[in-house]
């Protein structure tokens, strides 16, 4: 039996929601190291203390540029996935390519939730879990993770008793 390539694409807000969460997680970065950069200054510690945070506020920023900018565009352009009734299909990558099939009759459950940024684009994750390891598949319309939560549920004779509560 041959396996077709997934073809289901996630939302294009998932671009919008990687950058704010790039953006968030930057700025901390980018605080702290300020703060150290102060405090190097205030009270002259030895001089390679400074040499060295001076270049990793470059390398911060370098990769925030990646991260904020041109990653988050990739990352949803590459992200796909299937299901059918026999497996669970999730390939996505830019630089680091990863295609995941799960079988059905390993899943043993389905979830999704949201954070505050999906939930203001009307997104959510889906989130399976094996007895292994657990996968998701992000950015999804709210009534779609909902569908395909229930659709995955059912596929692989999740009992309404096993279902977690939605984290909406």
């Known amino acids: 039996m041959k396996i077709q390539e997934p073809h289901q694409k996630i939302s294009r807000d998932a671009v919008k929601v990687w950058r704010i969460s790039s953006v968030i997680g930057h700025f901390i970065t980018l605080s702290i190291l300020g703060g150290l950069v102060f405090l190097q200054n205030r009270y002259d510690w030895v ?3 400074g040499h060295i945070l001076f270049i990793l506020v470059i390398l911060v920023l370098l990769h925030a540029v990646y991260g ?4 988050p565009i990739y990352q949803q352009r590459t992200w ?3 299901i059918d009734e026999h497996y669970i299909q999730l390939k996505h990558g830019v630089l680091e390519k990863s295609h995941i099939i799960v079988p059905m ?18 997104l959510a994750t889906v989130t399976i879990g094996t007895m292994a390891s657990s996968h998701e598949i992000p950015a999804i319309p709210e009534k779609e993770a909902m569908e395909l939560r229930n659709h995955i549920a059912f596929l692989a004779k999740i009992t309404e008793k096993e279902l977690p509560n939605d984290t909406e």
Do not use: C, S
């Open 80 to 82: 796909r996935y299937a």
């Open 105 to 122: 009759t390993k899943v043993q459950y389905v979830n999704t939730n949201q954070g505050p940024i999906l939930r203001r684009y009307k």
């Open 47 to 49: 001089e390679w203390v």
């Open 68 to 71: 904020i900018f041109i990653y």
